[in-house]
C-alpha cells in the first residue's frame, strides 16, 4: 500500500484491519500485544486520529512495513523565490471520472488506492470506467477484498450489471 498524504488515515485503517484479520487476530488480541486498549486499535482502524507511536506500534506487530520517501511530482507547479510562478499543466489519474477521486493529490495517486476509492463512492459509470482501464476481471479480483464486506451486494450488482452491457455490446457489434 502507498500512503501518498495525511488525508487518507481511513485508507491505512481499513488496510491495517484487513491485515489483521490475515493474521487471525481479533482487536482485543492486537490491544493486548500492542499494550493499548481494544476501543484505541478500533478507532485507528476507523481512520480516526493516532499517534506516530501507536501506528508504529501496530504495523510493526502486524508486519507491516513503510518507506518514506520524498513526493515527486514534476507536473506540479514550482514555486520561484521571486513570487513569479510558471504555470504548468497538471493531469489527474483519475481525470476520466466524474468525481475528483484523486483530490487533493492531482496526479499523484497509485492504481491500487484509486480503484479502492472509486470502488467506495459507488458510482456505476466510475466503476464502469474503472473496468474499462483496468480490465473486469482485474477489478473483480479487486473486490475480493474483505474490506469491501459492507458493500458487496451492491457491488456484485453493479458488476453484473456491466458485465451484461458488455455482453450485450459484444452481441450489437458482433463480437463473440
Sequence with gaps: MNIISENDPLEIGRFLREQRKLRGLNQQDLARRTGVRRQTIADLENGKNAGCHLLYAVMKELGVRFTLEPDAAPEREAKRPDSRRKS?????????????????????????????????????????????????????????SRSYDDIRTKLNNVMSNIRLALEDRRALCGRT
Design 88 to 144: 504548468a499543466p497538471v493531469r489527474g489519474v483519475a481525470h476520466d471520472f466524474d468525481f475528483p477521486y484523486d483530490w487533493p493529490n492531482t496526479g499523484n495517486m497509485p492504481d491500487e488506492i484509486l480503484i479502492s476509492k472509486v470502488v467506495r463512492g459507488q458510482r456505476f459509470t466510475d466503476i464502469a470506467r474503472l473496468c474499462r482501464k483496468y480490465g473486469i476481471d482485474e477489478i473483480e479480483k479487486h473486490l475480493e
